[in-house]
C-alpha cells in the first residue's frame, strides 16, 4: 500500500494536466482535444503514457471513460464528436495491452460542462475523462527484472508485463524489455531447457495461446538461443490460474509463463550489450471479402490497432509479408496493396513499414480466401 500511494502522490506532483486522486486506488485524469478534433496527438498520447507509466495496464481493475465537447456547433455533432473522442482514447488503451471488458464508456457532448463555456475557458471542455481503478496488489516487486530467477527445474514464472496488441500474438513495444530479460536470461544459464506456455482466459482460443507462446521462442531461436532448448505449446483456456469470478483473476489468467525443464549450476556472466528487438509474429483476424482485395470492416479494426502501435514506432521497422497460399498471385499483390494503402490512411509514416506478397512455402496450409499475413518487428 505504501508503494500505491507514493506511486500516486508522485502522479499527482509530476503532472501539471489535470489528475485527481480518489482514494487510495482511483486514479482519475482529463486528456484535451484541439477544437472539432477527435484525434489523439503526439502531446496527448505522452500524457496518456506518462500516467500508464506508473499505473500501467497490468495493475487496472477497471476502467471508466467519458466523453465531452465545448457548446460549439449543434447538440448532436457534439454528441458525436464526444463519441469519436471516446474511441481514440479507448483503442489507444487497447493498443496498450487494456482489455475491453474492463471498461465502461459513455459520452455526453456539451451537456455536462465542467469548465463555464465562455470564450476564455471552453477549451478545457474538449475533453476525455479517465478514471483507472487500481488494484495495488497487481504491482511487480520494484527492480523486478526475470534475470534475478533462479530458474531452477520444475519452476514456473509468468513473464511479467508481456502484452500483445488486442487478439493478436504481436508484442507492443512496452513487453519488449520483458523479452530482452528473458533472451539474458537464457544467455546467463547456457544449460536451461525450458517450455513456454500461453494461456487465454474466458473463452476457448487455443490458436491466440499458442501463437503467442510461439512468438516468444521465435523471437529467442532468432537471437540465437538454440532451439533443443526450447519447446512452446498453447493451452487456451484449460488451465486458468483462478475461477476468473472477477477482472482481476481473468486478467491473471491471460499469461505467458516459462516452465524450466531443466538447468545446471552453469552461470555465464552477461555482458552490458543492448539487445536490439528482431521478432516476427503471424498477424490474425485481418481477413478480406471474398475474392475482394477489400477488408472486412473486422479486419480493418484489427489492422488499426497494429496501426496504433506503428505511429509512435520508437526507431522501429515494420516489414509485412502476406502470403499467396490462395493461389492467386494478381489477388494476394492486390491484397498487399489494401494493407499499405490502409495503413497509410490511418497516418503511419510510409518510411517505418514496407508491405509485399510472397509465394506462400509448401509446408503452408491451402485456402480458397484467407492469406496468411506475417510481420517482422526490427529495430533501426
Known sequence: MKFIKHTL?????TFNFAVAQQGDSTLIFEINFDLDSYLLSTAQKSKVDSVLELAPITVLRHVDIYGHTDSLAGMEYNRQLSKR????????????????LLVDADYYGEERPKYDNAPETRARNRRVEVHLSIDPSLFPAPEYTIVNEPFEKGQRIRLPNLNFV??????????????????????????LQIELQGHVCCSDDQVLSTERARMVHDFLVGNGV??????????????????????????LNRRVE?????????????????????????????TFFPKKRRLYPSGDFMLSLIAEMMREPENLYFEFVIFDNINNKNLTSSRAAAIERALTDMNVQRSVFDVRSTTAPGRMPASDNDNLLMVKISEK
Open 9 to 13: 502522490a508522485t502522479l499527482l506532483l
Open 226 to 251: 538454440d532451439a533443443s532448448r526450447l519447446s512452446y505449446k498453447g493451452f487456451s483456456n484449460t488451465k486458468p490460474l483462478f475461477k476468473e469470478r472477477t477482472e482481476r483473476e481473468k486478467a
Open 258 to 286: 516459462v516452465l524450466v525443464i531443466d538447468n545446471s549450476e552453469k552461470v555465464v556472466t552477461l555482458s552490458d550489450e543492448r539487445i536490439k528487438i528482431d521478432l516476427r509474429a503471424p498477424v490474425m483476424n485481418v
Open 166 to 191: 488486442g487478439n493478436q500474438p504481436i508484442p507492443v513495444p512496452e513487453s519488449f524489455d520483458v523479452l530482452r530479460d528473458l533472451l539474458r536470461a537464457m544467455r546467463k544459464y547456457p544449460d
Open 85 to 100: 473522442r471516446v474511441q481514440s482514447i479507448l483503442t489507444y488503451l487497447v493498443y496498450n495491452g487494456l482489455d475491453p
